[in-house]
């Protein structure tokens, strides 16, 4: 991906989560404690996985896409706007250091893993981004 098509993808994001936010009062609606729940039991089964994976690896993919289940509980994000979140954990220091803790290269590869499933496109809300590789 290009820095365009990054700047693309982060301005996806911020927008997305903007609009989401404002649209559901901060997003109420989440039981933030049973998502932060249900992270943790994902990234832990990810990080069992990671050494000798690949990230488009089927039993990836499918962990990824239960990471996507778990973002839509807040909003459903374009194609653009979800790999802008890949982006997002490896640029912020907090989230980076947050995913890591649970393996020293889960932002890289769930990262990488994140933009297979953005390219392959199933599930997306139409929008910035939607129609386009991410």
Request: net charge negative; hydrophobic share 50%; no cysteine.
């Given at each position: 991906m290009g820095n365009q098509d990054e700047d693309e993808c982060r301005r996806?994001?911020?927008?997305?989560?903007?609009?989401?936010?404002?649209?559901?009062n901060d997003w109420e609606h989440v039981d933030r404690g049973q998502v932060h729940r249900d992270w943790d039991v994902l990234y832990r089964e990810i990080a069992a996985r990671l050494d000798g994976s690949q990230p488009g690896d089927g039993q990836i993919q499918e962990l990824v896409r239960r990471h996507f289940d778990i973002v839509c509980r807040f909003y459903v994000p374009s194609r653009k706007a979800y790999a802008g979140m890949a982006l997002f954990y490896a640029e912020d220091d907090a989230m980076r250091g947050f995913h890591d803790s649970y393996h020293p290269r889960m932002v890289e590869f769930?990262?990488?893993?994140?933009?297979?499933?953005?390219?392959?496109?199933?599930?997306?809300?139409?929008?910035?981004?939607?129609?386009?590789?991410?």
């Open positions: 996806s994001l911020a927008a997305e989560q903007a609009k989401s936010l404002a649209e559901t769930l990262g990488a893993a994140m933009n297979v499933f953005a390219e392959r496109g199933v599930g997306f809300a139409p929008g910035a981004g939607s129609e386009a590789s991410a």
